[in-house]
Every structure is written in structure tokens, then in C-alpha cells.
């Protein structure tokens, strides 16, 4: 039988990463016991509570093409499998038992490859997150012309990770309906879609608004609308975000922007500005109307960021298709609404004027009219960010989603000792 | 219409296809190789009648060099990349239907991005996790630092292939069914056939092997494989060879191929030696009781077949060779391993012999029955050859393969691109 609670051996490159927060549930919620194997950890604010209370962090080294800061596309499977092997290394030195599940990410860097060699028999869960397709979705959607033909043969090459990991006997899991139908279709019935959830108790609407924060004064009277990414990027559409901000701080005063992240670009998608401070070009090319109604709060810790959703009036979120960002949902939770450019992944989490609002196509006039009309309709706000948050209470929380991934979990230990 | 086939080499399984499609219905067949093959050579007609072009591939992606196994797959990259630019550069070249072996992936992946047209992936083989091809031979264990890996990650370009193909089809039902279960209804089984007119029996033939005369009343047991390695069990051969050899003093056996080493991990226990040196040195034997062609040429083999008293085929479960089904089409008697793709051309008693791979006594044994007593198993060959003809032979499998290629060719694209 296996062991009641169980005992976790979590894989993912960075900690606390996506896993991070479910691992720590499953430790402060089911008493599991968690061994976490990443390459590198987050700073310790971002650690979630249970870290040291049955949640142990273990690192790894990487060897081989894994060592260089950067690599031609065409190796970016070897780089995984460095990876992968180097997880591996560490699982045979530490040779940690009893282990009842190994839980990994798929695709990128991470991979639980090769866990079964030293885990044999043992199930694995994967989470799989993003299958490229060559000319759908995320940068593609728009900016297809601009990008050089070998870009699209390495968005051709890219999804060599998950289709091993799911050749070799996971349970993969797709956090969104949207998320798993990007996988060829003969794989689709083996996937259990299942949202790893937001930790709704941090996300709440504050009960006050305070005349102040962080030194900057907030009237009565003032709307604040926020924008969330932990590298602002052409995905995640910051662009149409100034370009919102300023057509709305054009036409009224009452308004306050705040961006919180920042850095150079972070992910491979966007190769034009990809390591460039995607932020300092927007406001370059679009400047400010009025820099003193742009909050540009730069990298924030949770805290900052689940106080200034407390009391954001509006969250825009305008991404290109991508699965959903956790922030988008966490302003959900906290009772903002959410004004999301149209996608399929949105659509799973925002219904039009119930959840959030819906701008649709790419049309900046839709979506200033949207945002006025939320501005100006206190009722409206309310009932929609009253909505928002019950929806993520009961469906996309932690305590909604993560009973199920507990269940998974149990139901797979169970099956494996039998 | 017009049709072009990729592959690493030429003509190997698309030359003779191609010559016929071309030659007997007209349709334009172009390839893109990056080498004329040795093993075979093309015809002269081939030459003529099909348009070759060459792949410019760059050094660090040929294939001259063992590759360490995490890197395989960019190397596999590079050629699909090559083909890439091999059509990219050659506008003339927008065909109907692109047919691309998969052997080592499926080198038009990246063509989705330049053709409109359906792509057909030659689905050759996919590897097993365990107790198959590379990792059947439990008496020579593979190194342990690449065997626990190795086969978790060698099928990343053939996934890769399967996902961007329209089709699909794999030459013996036992390969289609080494793919996942969930691509198997893409796949079509459809043999490549092969020239029964080069290999058939003959009488009379002068007993000549490599200019030499052989001796009237010697038996000749013969041995083919593209290399002399464990997953063909050359090894298992050597002993078999050896216990026949002290029950007849008049058997010369003659073995064809190369001493290179395509599959697994032989180089690892044998050291400095190759595998067929490796093999030789741990029995004692009489050399001049073995006669090495080494790399021969169809014509050549075509020869040393008909002569044979006994083919024996030694391989452990992977593709089929197609020197087993040239045999069969020679009359040979064959023995075979008793594997599952062995068991779907030789019926055992009918149209062949099998027995356990590994045990080498007894193949040994129904070895010396067939050698003592010709007349009784001459039957089997003939089966073999009725067989081949009716099924593998070039006649039955172009027309299949023609008319796949029109079904595939007028269904459009149905790839998700």
C-alpha cells in the first residue's frame, strides 16, 4: 500500500517555479512530504511557507550544453536532457525512499526523463504546459511577417521534450482545456486537464482603500488600473497597455496606472527583444502622457503585488494567446476586474461583463470604451469583481483544484502498489 | 505526377520504386540525397532517369562520426534542416507528394514550411524501451552509462516526424507495430519489393565464390548481413558455425557485409577489435573454413545466394532485412531466429526453419538436419520463392505503393500544421 500521507519527489528547474506552490498545499493541506529538485532557487521571499516543514528544496547541477548561457535551437533538446540527466544524478546519489509519485514540468528545461531509472515502477505526473504550434498563437498571432523563416523551424523542433516525456509513461496533466487541445490529438484523451489553482487566502479584496501606498498618494476619487508580468513583454502585450494608459490619461484625470515587473525579457518566444528591457522601449516609442500617473513599480515582491490587487479597479491584461498568467487570476481572486484581450485561454476564465471583460480582436477603441465604461460604473466593478472572485474561489483556488490533484496522486500511489 | 523522395542515400529504398514509377506510369520522381549509396550501387538507368540533388550538409551533422546520444537529435535537426534549404533553394522543386524516410526521424519536418502538398513519412522504426533491437541482446548488456537512457530519448526525431506527417507506412506489419498504438492507423503497411528477377534460383551456376572454385560436394552456408554486429547475431552465427563444423568437415561458410557496427552498443565490449574480429577470436575455428566478402554488390550477392545450401539469419526482434527476403526469393533454405519479425514472411516448416535465437545448439542441430538431407527441406525454398513473388516482389508492391501514394496525394494535406 502506499503510505497515507504520501511522499513526493517533486522535479522542476527552478524553485518555487509552477510546482512550488502546489507541493507546499499538499504539505500545509494533506501532510505529504515533499523532496523538491530543482537547479536554482528563487529568492527566499518567494518561498512558500511549508519549505523546511515537509517541504525539502535539493538542488542539482547541470553539465554538458546545459552549462552555456545560451545555445543554437537546434540543441535545445540536448540542453533538456542535461537537465534531466543531472536531476538523475542526484536522485541515484541521495537514492531517497519511500517515494510514491514523482511529480515534474515538461518541456524547456524540465523533464522527468529519467526518474524512472531510478524510481522504476514509481508513477510520474507531468504537467505540460505549452505544445508550439508553428503558426498559431502567443508572438505569431500578429507579428508572423517580422519573424525570420528559421524561427519557425525551431517552433517545429521545440515540442521534442514533451513528446518523449509523453512517451514514457506519465500522467500528463494540462492545467487548461485551451493547454491540452495544443497537443496532437493522439495524445489528447491520455491528458487530465486539472488548474493548479491560486492561493485565493492572499488574494482578497481589501476591505478599505488606503489614501496612500508606497508613498504615493491615492484621492478618494482615483481608479487604478494595473498591469502585472514578471518581465513586461510583447507576449504578455505591454505595449497595448501604454498604449491604453495613455489614451485613457489623455481623456480623463482620474486615473492612476501601475506596472508592476520588470528586467530584460525573459522568454525565448519573442526573439526581437528577447534580453532587452522591452518596458524602457514601449515608453521610448509610445512616451507617457503624464509620468506621474505611471507607477512603475519594476520587480515587486508577492506581498506588493497581492496589496496592489486588493484595491486595483482594473487589471489589463492584454497577452497574446498563451496560457493564462497566474497574475491575471490572482486579480481575479482579489476582486479586480479583469479586462483581458479575446483569446481561447481567456475565454476558459473570463466570461464577457459577468467575470471580467472581454476586448474584442485587437481593437484599442473597444477596449478604451471598456474601461471607461468600468471607470465610471462603480456598481458595475463591484458586481463583476465580487463575481470574479467567487468564480476563483470555487473553480481555479488552490483548495478548488488541488483536492483533485491530491486525488490524482493518491489514486496513481495507490494503483502502482497494487 | 510528381513525387520527391528524400533520403540520406540513393537508390536504397526509393531507387528502384522510383525507377519504375517513372519508367512504367510517367511520373517525374526527383530526389534529394546527400550520398549515392555503396550498398546498393544506382543503375546507370537510374542515373538517367531520375533528377538527384544533392544536400549540402553541413560536417558537424554528417552522419561520419558516432554521435554522443544527447546530441542525436540536433544532429537530426541539421539534416532536416539541410532538406530545407535543399527545396528553399530549388524553386522547380514543388512536387505533389514529398515521401521521406524516417529512418532517423522524418527529414521533412521543416518542409511543411515551404510546400503545400501532403508529406508521407517512410515509418521504419521505432525504438523499444526494453527487450527489443538494441536492448534484446541480454547476454551482452549494454554499457550501463547510456543503457538506462539511450532509449528514452532516441525516438525524439521519429515523434517528431510521426506528428508533422499527413501518412505514413512502414515496409513489415512487425515495424508498424514498434510505433505507438495511437499512430498506428496513420501508418500502412506496404513492402518497398524487392527484384525477383535478379534474385531467383538458378541451376547450374558455376560453384565460384571471390574468383575461387569451390569444391564439388561442398555444402556452403551462408551469412548476410550490412554489418557484422550483435543485433544481426553475427556472434551467435560463429558458434553455430562452429558446431557444425566439427559435425561436417565439408561446409565453407560464407558471410557478406561489412565489419561496421550500425546499431547498439558493440564498440563498448569489444575495445580496439570490431565486433566481427571480436566474435572470431572467441571460438577456435579453421579460417579457410570462412570466406569474408565483406560489402558485395546485388548482382554479386544475387550469386552467392543461389549457391547457398543454408541461409542462416540470425537477428534479433528489428527491421526486417531485406537479405532475408532476397534469400527466400533465391530459394534458399532458410533458419531463422524465432523472433516476431521473422515469424511474418517464414512460416516454420513452410516456407522456412526457426529456432530460439540464443540457443545455439539447437540451431545447430535442424543446421546439420537440413545439410544432411537437402531433398527433404528443397521444399521450403520453394515456398519461399512462391511467396516472395506473390508478396515482396516488385510487381505486387509498386502498384500497392503507386496507388498509396495517389490515395495520399489527392486527400490534400491533412497534417496540422
Known sequence: MAQDPLSLLCVEPFFPGKLGAIADWLVRRRGYRIHFFCHQVDAQEMWPESVGRGLDVITYNVGGVAKEPSVHWSRGLERGLCYAYGAWEVFDHRRLRPIDVVLGRSGGLGSTLFASVSYPGIPRINIFDYYYRPHLYDVTEDRAGDLPPEYFLWRRSANAMDLLDLENEVTPVAPTLWQRNLYPPEYQDDFTVLYEGVDARKFVRASERPREWMGRALPPETKVLTFVASSPDYLRGFERFVELANRLMRARRDVVFALVGGGPVSRMLDIHFHGQDYVKHCLEQNPLHDPSRFWNLGACSPKVVSDLLSFSDLHVYPSRPYPVAKSAVEAMSAGSVVLAWDSEPVREFVEHEKTGLIVPGNDMDAAEALAVSMIDDAGARRRIGLAAAAVVRERFSHDACLPKFAMLCDRLAASSKT | ??????????????????????????????????????????????????????????????????????????????????????????????????????????????????????????????????????????????????????????????????????????????????????????????????????????????????????????????????????????????????????????????????????????????????????????????????????????????????????????????????????????GCTVLASDVAPVREVIEPGVTGLVEPLFDADQLADTALKVLDDPATYAPLGQAARALIEEKFSLETCVPALKNYFERVASAGKTRRD
Open chain 2, 1 to 330: 505526377m510528381h513525387v520527391l523522395f528524400i533520403h540520406q542515400a540513393f537508390p536504397a529504398q526509393f531507387g528502384r520504386l522510383a525507377l519504375e514509377l517513372a519508367k512504367v506510369h510517367g511520373w517525374r520522381c526527383s530526389f534529394l540525397i546527400e550520398d549515392l549509396s555503396t550498398c546498393p550501387t544506382p543503375s546507370q538507368e537510374m542515373l538517367d532517369r531520375l533528377e538527384l540533388h544533392r544536400l549540402i550538409i553541413p560536417d558537424e551533422d554528417r552522419d561520419s562520426t558516432p554521435t554522443p546520444w544527447p546530441q542525436i537529435f540536433g544532429k537530426f535537426l541539421g539534416l532536416a534542416r539541410a532538406v530545407y534549404e535543399g527545396v528553399a533553394m530549388r524553386p522547380d522543386l514543388r512536387p505533389d507528394l514529398v515521401v521521406g524516410h524516417g529512418g532517423r526521424g522524418s527529414p521533412t519536418v521543416f518542409l511543411p514550411e515551404l510546400l503545400d502538398c501532403p508529406m508521407i513519412n517512410y515509418c521504419e522504426y521505432h525504438f523499444a524501451k526494453r527487450r527489443s533491437d538494441i536492448s534484446y541482446r541480454l547476454d551482452m548488456p549494454p554499457a550501463t552509462e547510456v543503457a538506462p537512457f539511450f532509449p528514452k530519448c532516441i525516438n525524439a526525431p521519429v515523434l517528431l516526424g510521426l506528428d508533422s506527417m499527413d501518412s505514413g507506412y512502414s515496409a513489415t506489419r512487425f515495424q508498424r507495430d514498434t510505433f505507438p498504438e495511437r499512430y498506428r492507423s496513420k501508418i500502412e503497411v506496404l513492402f518497398d519489393g524487392i527484384d525477383t528477377h535478379l534474385y531467383r534460383p538458378r541451376k547450374d551456376v558455376p560453384r565460384q565464390l571471390a574468383g575461387k572454385s569451390i569444391l564439388r560436394g561442398t555444402k556452403i552456408v551462408t551469412f548476410v548481413a550490412r554489418g557484422l554486429e550483435s543485433v544481426r547475431g553475427f556472434d551467435i552465427f560463429v558458434k553455430v558455425a562452429r558446431r557444425i563444423s566439427r559435425a561436417r568437415p565439408d561446409v565453407l561458410f560464407v558471410i557478406a557485409g561489412t565489419e561496421q557496427v550500425y546499431y547498439g552498443w558493440d564498440a563498448l565490449h569489444t575495445g580496439k577489435l570490431t565486433f566481427k574480429q571480436w566474435a572470431m577470436e572467441r571460438i577456435e575455428h579453421d579460417p579457410d573454413r570462412f570466406l569474408f566478402l565483406g560489402h558485395i554488390e546485388p548482382e554479386q550477392l544475387a550469386e552467392v545466394l543461389c549457391q547457398s545450401d543454408l541461409h542462416l539469419y540470425l537477428t534479433v526482434p528489428f527491421v526486417l532485412s531485406w537479405s532475408l527476403i532476397n534469400a527466400m526469393a533465391c
